[in-house]
């Protein structure tokens, strides 16, 4: 085992002398440390419209429409991304800049881009109630049980209208993917997968512990997670709210812990996430490979 989380996750593949590179040493560096990238511009300003312009005509058919927003906490999006998420308008995610920044983190060769460009989030705005940090669903989408190394996958987010703070863009535990391959190097061998081990785990820390207590409506928990770093056994964690412009892309960790948030503002936010993976986790007969073993094949 090597001595601490972050030499544990730094291994990212060497790029190639004569390749085209995208990310910097700096961009490097705040993905092995935090666990995220970010590509501002990363698709067009129009190809985000025509995403857009794509949601709105069918959330039209569910009643809502962009210029009468009276009309949208009607609308049920459930099943409004499998409608839609074929629409080749989506593919624009898939851009040159995008997988050239996979191609630097998993290695050129080592993914193959997807048919499908991802899952569309969309989340009214509510004013019901002031915007809350969530306490319940903070998870990742990749198990603890994978090799660490090489990376086996990141995962996407992507704006395609302008999502403001406070305005429903995801949240990310920065650093805590380091968080979870630290816990993952506890484990003994051959450990069975639990899930509830993780939450124990991160638990033990008051800071976690805080974060998944339900009922805590102090007016200044956002500020206690957001404004500043907490420091786990040296790990530096703290809460980020993804933000930005349409046509920006956000790269994470596939460990990344991250949830969903409250909408307080006046648009729908809407966003698109895609989970990656390396060449040859998934087995055809189901499930993943736990290892990929050092050479990833
Ligand atoms: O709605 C969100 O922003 C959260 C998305 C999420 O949890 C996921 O893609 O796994």
Redesign the pocket.
């Known amino acids: 085992m090597r001595e601490t989380a972050t030499e544990y996750l730094l291994r990212l593949p060497v790029p190639p002398a004569d390749g085209e590179v995208m990310l910097s040493e700096q961009d490097r560096a705040e993905f092995a440390e935090r666990g995220i990238v970010w590509l501002r511009g990363a698709f067009g300003a129009d190809e985000a419209a025509r995403m857009r312009r794509r949601v709105w005509a069918r959330l039209a058919r569910l009643g809502a429409t962009e210029d009468d927003p009276a009309s949208w906490a009607a609308a049920d999006v459930t099943g409004l991304s499998k409608a839609v998420n074929r629409d080749r308008v989506f593919a624009a995610l898939g851009s040159r800049v995008v997988r050239a920044a996979v191609d630097d983190l998993l290695g050129q060769d080592a993914w193959d881009p997807p048919r499908e460009w991802g ?1 569309i ?1 969309v ?1 009214f705005p509510s004013h019901t109630q002031p915007w809350a940090l969530p306490a319940r ?1 903070w ?1 990742s ?1 990749y198990g603890w049980d994978l090799d660490p190394e090489p990376l086996f996958g990141v ?1 996407v ?1 992507a704006f395609f209208a302008e999502v403001r703070p406070r305005g ?4 990310v535990i920065t650093g805590s993917h380091r968080v979870v391959a630290r816990f993952a190097a506890s484990l003994p061998p051959r450990q069975p997968y639990e899930g509830h081990l993780l939450g124990r785990y991160l638990r033990r820390d008051d800071w976690f512990r805080a974060l998944s207590c339900p009922g805590d409506d102090d007016p200044g928990r956002p500020a206690r997670f957001m404004d500043r770093e907490h420091h786990t056994d040296g790990i530096a964690v703290q809460i980020w709210e ?1 933000t930005g412009q349409p046509g920006d892309v956000v790269v994470t960790h596939p460990w990344v812990l ?4 409250h909408n307080t503002g006046n648009y729908p ?1 809407m ?1 698109l ?1 895609k ?1 990656l993976y390396r060449r040859g986790l998934f087995r055809p007969t189901g499930g993943y490979r736990r290892s990929l073993g050092p050479a990833g094949g």
């Open positions: 899952t989030l989340t669903s998870h989408d995962k987010f429903g863009g995801t949240l993804l991250h949830s969903w948030s936010r966003m996430t989970n």
